[in-house]
C-alpha cells in the first residue's frame, strides 16, 4: 500500500524560507508522475508542482522562480523547496502521486495537473506579512 507523509511545514515571515519533505512508502518514487498541490479554506485546489520520471518539472505560474520541486530516490523521497514565501502561498500543502499513468509526462506540461490518485496527509504552510 503506497502511503505519502508530509512534513517540513509551519510558520514563517514573508521572504522566508520552507523545505517540504513527502516520505513514501510502498512505491518507488522515479516513475511515473510525482506531484504537490495546495489548498487554502474556502479555495479550490491549486496545482503547485510537478515532476516526472524523467525529472522533468513544471510549476504553476505564481510559485515559478520561487519554488523546486525535486526526488531523491536513494532516500525515496520527494520534496518542495520553497523559497522567497509570500502570504499567499499560505495552505494546507498536499504531495500527490499520479501511479496509474493518467499524468503522463507531467513534467512537459505547461501547467502541473491538479488531480492525483494518492495523496499524504498534508502539512500546513502560514506565511504572515
Known amino acids: 500500500q503506497v502511503q505519502l507523509v508530509e512534513s517540513g511545514g509551519g510558520s514563517v515571515q514573508a521572504g522566508g524560507s520552507l523545505r517540504l519533505s513527502c516520505a513514501v512508502s510502498g512505491y518507488n518514487i522515479g516513475t511515473d508522475c510525482w506531484g504537490w498541490f495546495r489548498q487554502a479554506p474556502g479555495k479550490e485546489r491549486e496545482a503547485v508542482a510537478a515532476?516526472?520520471?524523467?525529472?522533468?518539472?513544471s510549476y504553476a505560474d505564481s510559485v515559478k522562480g520561487r519554488f523546486t520541486i525535486s526526488q531523491d530516490t536513494a532516500k525515496n523521497t520527494l520534496y518542495l523547496q520553497m523559497n522567497n514565501l509570500k502570504p499567499e502561498d499560505t495552505a494546507m500543502y498536499y504531495c500527490?502521486?499520479?501511479?496509474?499513468?493518467?499524468?503522463?509526462?507531467?513534467?512537459?506540461?505547461?501547467?502541473?495537473?491538479?488531480?492525483?490518485?494518492?495523496r499524504g496527509q498534508g502539512t500546513q504552510v502560514t506565511v504572515s506579512s
Open positions: 515532476i516526472d520520471s524523467g525529472d522533468d518539472t
Open positions: 500527490a502521486a499520479d501511479l496509474d499513468g493518467v499524468n503522463v509526462a507531467c513534467g512537459s506540461w505547461s501547467s502541473p495537473p491538479v488531480d492525483f490518485g494518492y
